[in-house]
């Protein structure tokens, strides 16, 4: 079977600009939040390269993620590769379990299926709830938001605020598919083995299915829903739409 890096990693022009940017946007976000910045890790494959990029030049920049309690084992287990690969500690968020239990006892286990107001209350208890401690003590945060991951995402700039006026740096904004995966395989990082069955996006595992040919970058994400409606609420701002 063709691996993930066999099918998307490819050198395209301008690559090392792109990187060498990406790391200039880190470095300068750690200088100016010491002590207060964070990088919000899906574990997904441009998440990986952030961290990799924060590990090989020492970025003075913390990692944490999120477990909602429905990843895959696949993805559970890059945490610890992870702390392995780069000898340091990843923070994890959990919802708060009687949030959940009172949830799956009102809505049942597929609660997500059934709404879109079910399944964004979902998103709510076991994402935007730790996402907010998270990020409570913290003037800053990074994400691996790409431009062409969807739509909704073309507008990604480098720097932006969220809501609460926190600095949100998305140092892979203009990476394409292509860079992720070609520096992923230049510099060993390790991923995510999901990303070699045709899943791009990984979220939850309710909420995440393969891709086929031609298929939309995110179409393996809450599939039933509207492609509009397909952000999981960490990445909307109130104010501009979809962010950052
Ligand atoms: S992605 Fe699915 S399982 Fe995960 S929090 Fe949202 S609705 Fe719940």
Redesign the pocket.
């Known amino acids: 079977m063709m691996s993930a890096i066999d099918l998307y990693a490819r050198p395209t022009p301008a690559f090392d600009e792109r990187v060498a940017h990406a790391l200039a946007v880190l470095q300068s976000a750690a200088v100016d939040h010491a002590g207060r910045i964070v990088q919000a890790t899906s574990l997904g494959a441009e998440d990986m390269v952030v961290t990799d990029l924060i590990a090989r030049h020492q970025l003075g920049i913390d990692i944490a993620t999120l477990d ?1 309690g ?1 990843l895959h084992a696949e993805t559970q287990a890059l945490i610890g590769r992870l702390e392995q690969r780069y000898q340091t500690r990843v923070e994890v968020y959990s919802p708060r379990q009687e949030e959940v239990i009172h949830f799956v006892k009102a809505n049942g286990d597929e609660a ?1 299926y059934r709404s879109l107001a079910l ?1 964004k209350a ?2 709510g208890i ?2 935007l709830e730790p996402l907010s401690r998270m990020l409570g003590s913290r003037s800053a945060w990074v994400t691996g938001l790409r431009r062409d991951q969807s739509n909704q995402r073309g507008v990604v700039p480098f720097s932006d605020r969220d809501d609460a006026g926190r600095a949100k740096l998305n140092p892979l904004a203009d990476w394409s598919w292509n860079d992720v995966w070609h520096y992923i395989a230049t510099h060993n990082v390790p991923y995510n083995p999901l990303h070699d069955e045709f899943m791009p996006s990984i ?2 595992a ?2 995440t299915r393969a891709i086929a040919v031609g298929e939309d970058f995110r179409a393996g994400r ?1 599939w039933w829903e509207d492609e509009a409606a397909k952000e ?1 609420g960490l990445h909307v701002n109130q104010n501009q739409g979809v962010a950052a």
């Open positions: 909602t429905t997500m399944r979902c998103c076991r994402k979220g939850c309710p909420c809450w999981c």
